[in-house]
């Protein structure tokens, strides 16, 4: 195994006026380690796109992760998928990406614009191997993994962009590839590429979609660790070994809570100082502590950084708002989610007598579900999470 | 002189913010800020009585409803 991980995210948006999105992304991780991702595209829009691409994507992504061969699924999807009454065929485009042990990536596209690969920035060429499946002409390609390349996989929702109105030929392929070049030196996440990629296509038809666009992207990155260390232990004799594992620990580290703050003060220490700088309205301020990269107030600011974490994985709308504030729940989103690849939580059980008031809407219960559900929507941004309890 | 206020969860929830802000206004229209040295910290154990305020370590509770108050009597006599 070598040092790499794959960052996945991808973004859709639904024809003007149809509620459902007729294309699909499907991604399943196996447990030896192999990701395959598929992104179907369904004939016409609405209902029946969507049951199409639905079935398309969820069988090839099934059978692939069962070790079966990529004939076989083809051949299950033109016999599974219901025929189009009106246009009497069954048919749905798709694109799989296959990623083997984070070195490798096999690419097998029927019909979709064909993926992008940018590596150091610039457009790269790969090559594809013409063949036939079912009298269905289908391209496969094998690439050797590199640090920081861009997989790009699209619908064709995405090139016929501004058809008609911006450009008469829709958004070419070249120019979204010279689009992302510049974007992937920045240091984004796959999940806001491809929402930078979307809210163009969005802009170009002018906020009204003449078809449904989604675009899927990998990121090859180094894996980041970050440790996170939320509460003090339930006993106070266990406070020398939860500090010394936190701070032995890779990666940056991250201390949330006040009184946490300055139990891990007193243990290096060192003087904790708190700011007064209220950046943004509803999070307390941060604070400073030699050897600790972030400190912050615990309970509000965990909060708002599970309303990032849920909004980043499904619509990703406040990412403007967290990428340029300077708060403390901002500053964590950002390493949590741009960031690390691999997250460490060392959660303290203590009860804080002071908030067990039913006045205050912070109580245990609260601060222990918080931590399961922000690691649950790190999972779903791809992170390894490992949740230590104190 | 320090005062102190607690940024902590508690009395963030009962209006730490206001209170700091309103006792920056009070220094910074008082000319006072070579006299009084305003900082945060982290809890002080007293969340019950939050907002938690100290004045050169003497412990005051303080609310955004009475921080003008709490100024004029504990904080300017001692500036004398």
């Keep these: 195994m070598n040092d790499l991980c794959c960052d996945i995210g991808f973004k859709s948006i639904n024809h003007a006026g149809e509620q459902l999105c007729g294309d699909h992304v499907d991604i399943v991780e196996q447990e030896d380690g192999n990701t395959v991702i598929v992104l179907a595209d369904g004939l016409g829009s609405g209902v029946k796109a969507s049951i199409l691409s639905t079935l398309t994507s969820k069988i090839i992504s099934t059978m692939l992760a069962a070790g079966l061969s990529l004939e076989e699924c083809v051949e299950t999807i033109a016999a599974t998928l219901p025929v189009c009454s009106v246009r009497g065929v069954a048919y749905s485009t798709f694109t799989i990406i296959r990623l083997i042990q984070n070195h490798t990536a096999e690419i097998i596209q029927y019909d979709n614009p064909h993926v992008i690969v940018i590596r150091n920035g610039e457009n790269w060429e790969y090559s594809k191997s013409e063949m036939s499946i079912g009298g269905k002409k289908i391209y496969r390609s094998v690439i050797r993994l590199q640090q920081d390349d861009v997989f790009i996989a699209m619908s064709d929702g995405c090139p016929h962009a501004g058809l008609g109105t911006c450009y008469n030929f829709g958004w070419q392929r070249e120019d979204i590839t010279t689009f992302m070049e510049a974007m992937s030196l920045c240091g984004y996440t796959a999940k806001t590429l491809s929402t930078l990629l979307i809210d163009e296509c969005d802009r170009l038809y002018g906020g009204e979609p003449g078809d449904d666009a989604t675009a899927c992207v990998v990121r090859i990155r180094k894996r980041i660790p970050m440790n996170m260390l939320f509460g003090p232990p339930a006993n106070r004799d266990d406070v020398d070994r939860m500090m010394s594992l936190f701070f032995s620990k890779e990666g940056k580290h991250i201390i949330c809570g006040g009184t946490t703050a300055s139990v891990a003060a007193r243990w290096l220490n060192k003087p904790l100082r708190a700011s007064l700088d209220f950046e943004a309205g509803d999070v307390p301020p941060i604070a400073y502590l030699e050897g600790v990269d972030l400190v912050t107030e615990g309970v509000i600011t965990v909060n708002k950084v599970l309303e990032y974490a849920r909004d980043y994985v499904h619509e990703n709308r406040l990412y403007d708002t967290w990428s340029n504030q300077k708060d403390g729940a901002s500053l964590i989103s950002h390493l949590l989610f741009e960031e690390a690849t691999d997250i460490n939580f060392y959660v303290g059980r203590a009860v804080n007598p002071a908030h067990q008031n039913p006045d205050l809407p912070i109580n245990f219960n609260i601060k222990m579900n918080l931590v399961q559900e922000l690691s649950a929507a790190l999972a779903q941004m791809g992170k390894r999470i490992k949740v230590s309890h104190f | ?80």
């Design chain 2, 1 to 80: 002189m320090d005062i102190v206020v607690c940024i902590g969860s508690s009395c963030h929830i009962k209006g730490a913010r206001s209170v700091v802000e309103q006792l920056q206004d009070l220094i910074a229209k008082e000319n006072l800020s070579d006299k009084i040295k305003l900082s945060g910290t982290f809890c002080m154990g007293k969340c019950q009585q939050g907002v938690c305020v100290t004045v050169d370590g003497f412990f005051f509770s303080v609310s955004p409803e009475n921080v003008r108050y709490f100024f004029e009597t504990e904080v300017r006599p001692k500036l004398q």
